[in-house]
T-cell receptor, first 113, second 109 residues
């Protein structure tokens, strides 16, 4: 089974802090994704990566950056956390960006105070 | 990517089959139908996907109509642990992977 592991289930940070969310997958997948999930808004794609050191903006990249130095690890960075970034963050991976399923981690619930 | 329409909630008796419908009338030829479920406070769990043919795996069956405008996810013997929100998605790639509101399935003893 594919395993996608997010480093924290719950995180509380203060406004203005730099926040790192880590994600590791164990299936040698090329493609990794970061989403946020908010009530009434569904999942929204923040960034994705098709290869090491490669990244593409999703629908809502503002206020975020990402890093993919190794194939198995994809990090989401909140440069200066704000209260409107309070959300559930979901990492996912897939073997192909088209026609193969996304496998999600269990999510990180981030609260910014 | 095609948008999907699902009923907001459904009930099912434990041990019975749960049939969850999804409408995707604007689906295009290269878009697959994916089903996921999400139990409260966890990440979405992949269940099954298909393009044209019916599919079955250890979790569920997926029935896609011949015109591909709708599909049904079947959980053959629902258990209490199947209580979750079920999402139907029609997509070609994950740049535009749209999770709508889904169907809240309540499995009752």
């Amino acid at each position: 089974d594919v395993k996608v592991t997010q480093s924290s289930r719950y995180l509380v940070k203060r406004t203005g802090e730099k926040v790192f969310l880590e994600c590791v997958q164990d299936m040698d997948h090329e493609n990794m994704f970061w989403y946020r999930q908010d009530p009434g808004l569904g999942l929204r794609l923040i960034y994705f990566s098709y290869d090491v050191k490669m990244k593409e903006k999703g629908d809502i990249p503002e206020g975020y950056s990402v890093s993919r130095e190794k194939k198995e690890r994809f990090s989401l960075i909140l440069e200066s956390a704000s209260t409107n970034q309070t959300s559930m963050y979901l990492c996912a991976s897939s073997s192909d960006p088209n026609n193969s399923p996304l496998h999600f981690g269990n999510g990180t619930r981030l609260t910014v105070t | 990517d095609a948008k999907t329409t699902q009923p907001p909630s459904m009930d099912c008796a434990e041990g019975r089959a749960a049939n969850l419908p999804c409408n995707h009338s604007t689906i295009s030829g290269n878009e697959y139908v994916y089903w996921y479920r999400q139990i409260h406070s966890q990440g979405p769990q992949y269940i099954i996907h298909g393009l044209k043919n019916n599919e079955t795996n250890e979790m569920a069956s997926l029935i896609i109509t011949e015109d591909r405008k709708s599909s049904t996810l079947i959980l053959p013997h629902a258990t209490l642990r199947d209580t979750a929100v079920y999402y139907c998605i029609a997509a070609y790639n994950f740049n535009k992977f749209y999770f709508g509101s889904g169907t809240k399935l309540n499995v009752k003893p």
